[in-house]
Each structure stands twice: as C-alpha cells, then as structure tokens.
C-alpha cells in the first residue's frame, strides 16, 4: 500500500503559502505593533492573569494546518495498491498431513515430526501462489480441513490451530487419501495432487490405504508420500488436545517404510523418506520440481481517493479554531 497525489505540485504550492504566510505574520507583527503599558503613572503596569502568547501560536497554527490539509485535498491524495493476478490456473494440491501422537517425536533437529511438516507445508505455499492447497488430517479418522484454495488466510490459519490428537490416537491412512480423492475428482486444473505426510502405518478406518491409493490414477492425480523420521527411541512431548494433559518421555518409533512404498506403487506415485529435517526439506523440494506449472501473472493497481478525509480534516479544525478563538480567549481572561 502507497500513497501519491493526482497534483503533487500543489504539496509545493502549499508548502509556499505556509512559509510566506509565517514569515508575513512575523514581519507584520514586529513592525506594526505598538506596546502600550496599561496603568497608573509610576504605578505596577497591568498584566492579564495568563499569558496569551501560546494561545495565539496555537490559533495561528491551527489556521495554518488547516490550510494546508486543503492544499492537500486538492493535490487529490490516493491510496495506491497493487494485486497479482494469474493468467493461467495453477495446481490442485491436497496435504494429507498425520496429526496422531507419534507425530510428535522429537527427531528433526529438535523439533518434532508435525511442527516440522506445518513449517514446510507453509514455505511451499508461499513460493507457489498461484496453486489451489487443501488440507486433510488424519488421526483415528480422517477430516476434510481445508479445500483447494489459493485464499493463504485461511490455509494458514487452519495449520495453526491443527494440533497433535486432535482426531484420536490411530492413523487413519486409507480414510484420509480416499478424502483427498474425492475432492479432486471434479477438479479441472492442470495437474492434481495428493501429498501423503505420515510416520507411521494404517491402523484405523475403514478403507485400506493400497484401496484408496488406487483411485488417485483414475482421477488424473499423482501421488506422493513422505515417510517422517526413523526407528528407534525418540523424545516425546505434546500436551494432549483433548483432555489437556502432557504427554511426555520416550517413544518407541516402529517406521514402516515398506508399507508406504506400497501404498505409492498402488497409487502409480513416488515414496520420499525424511529421516531427517534437511532430507524433510529436500522432499518438498522434490514435489515443488515434479508439480511445477509456469504461471503467468499481470498486475492490477487500484486507487482510491482520500479528499474527502482531508477536507473533513481541516474543516473540523477550522471550526474547532473559531470555537477556541470565541470563547476560549475569555475563559483565560
């Protein structure tokens, strides 16, 4: 957001009239004022109660000021903004993101598995504005969160209060890609995408994983799944959303890298281990360069005119000047 003037030079214009207005009062004041001493011969001069000389820079400073906001209504202030705007449709990407407990092991650089997946899944959407990002979260079941939108508001904010069990303590891996299937059968973009984001194997829902990956080629969406850290025992800590208590301790880490590589097979897609953060990152860096669209985008600048907030502005001042001029000047004598 910017602000310009439809007649800048009228700013400079009025900067003019101020100073030659000073500098004309001050001349015509020291030159053409004659002091008079009131009171008695040889007596104590009179002085009144308070000294008016503040109150009358504080009049000639409000005329001023209220003089120049109309030199800058008429320079026709603007409120200039500039929107991006995309020529051609970008991707249909849905984050199919597991938010079970063991999401919360602390292996990727001293942040836990989740944290470390909303980070980057909000790094991805900045560098790719033009693509349409849902959001599904898989837990002991599985939930729509966020549809495919380019709206960043609404996207970030739902990844900010997604927590860690916030659908129970299974991972429901089936359900939440055949969620994802589901709101990209209708889509019409470009390219369409399911990203699977899980450290662990399908051990709730309904459906079977190999099941719904399989519905993703039929609807002309790829596939890919990151399997998150390694086997082992890794720190545990996350406070339990709903009854608000902390879990904390060791976790026992049984990753299953097989099962995903045949849950990517069944969906014709691609399986990507991130053991780590720098090998997490590297994975959303392969997925940005296997779904890359080149967008084309054009600028629209829109203005809008704030006259009216400057005349408004000057006239309340003039009118609250010959208020303080009227009645003002008695209440100090």
Not at 18 to 33: A, E
Not at 241 to 249: A, D, E, H
Not at 268 to 294: D, K, N, T
Request: aromatic fraction near 8%.
């Amino acid at each position: 957001m910017n602000i310009g003037f439809e007649y800048p030079f009228l700013i400079l214009v009025g900067v003019l009239v101020l100073i030659v207005g000073c500098g004309l009062s001050c001349f015509f004041r020291d030159r053409y004022t004659v002091r008079i001493p009131l009171g008695p011969p040889g007596g104590i001069p009179f002085k009144p109660p308070s000294d008016l000389g503040w109150f009358i820079r504080l009049l000639q400073g409000m005329d001023l000021t209220g003089l120049f906001l109309l030199f800058i209504a008429a320079a026709g202030p603007l409120l200039i903004s500039t929107e991006t705007v995309w020529l051609n449709r970008g991707a249909d990407i849905i984050f199919v993101v597991d938010v079970s407990p063991s999401m919360a092991a602390r292996d990727m650089e001293n942040q836990n598995r989740f944290d470390t997946a909303r980070d980057l899944v909000r790094i991805f959407a900045m560098n790719r504005p033009s693509d349409a990002l849902g959001l599904v979260a898989v837990g002991n079941d599985a939930a729509l969160l966020v549809p495919p939108t380019v709206d960043r508001v609404s996207l970030f904010s739902r990844l900010e209060t997604l927590r860690i069990g916030e659908l129970g303590d299974g991972t429901a891996l089936g359900m939440g890609l055949a969620i994802a299937a589901l709101h990209l059968k209708d889509s019409s973009a470009p390219r369409r995408s399911v990203v699977l984001i899980t450290d662990g194997e399908n051990n709730a829902g309904a459906l079977h994983p190999e099941t719904a990956a399989a519905l993703l080629p039929e609807r002309g969406a790829s596939l890919w799944i990151i399997g998150v850290g390694s086997g082992g025992e890794v720190p545990i800590d996350y406070v339990d959303p709903l009854t608000k208590i902390r879990r904390s301790g060791t976790f026992d880490s049984r990753f299953d890298p097989e099962t995903l590589k045949a849950i990517a097979r069944k969906g014709e897609g691609s399986y990507i281990p991130a053991p780590s953060a720098e090998a997490f990152a590297h994975a959303f860096s392969r997925i940005h360069e296997g779904e890359l669209i080149v967008g084309r985008s054009g600028t629209i600048v829109r203005t809008k005119g704030r006259q009216g907030i400057c005349i408004i502005a000057a006239l309340l001042l003039l009118g609250l000047r010959g208020l303080i001029r009227r009645y003002g000047g008695r209440a100090l004598l």
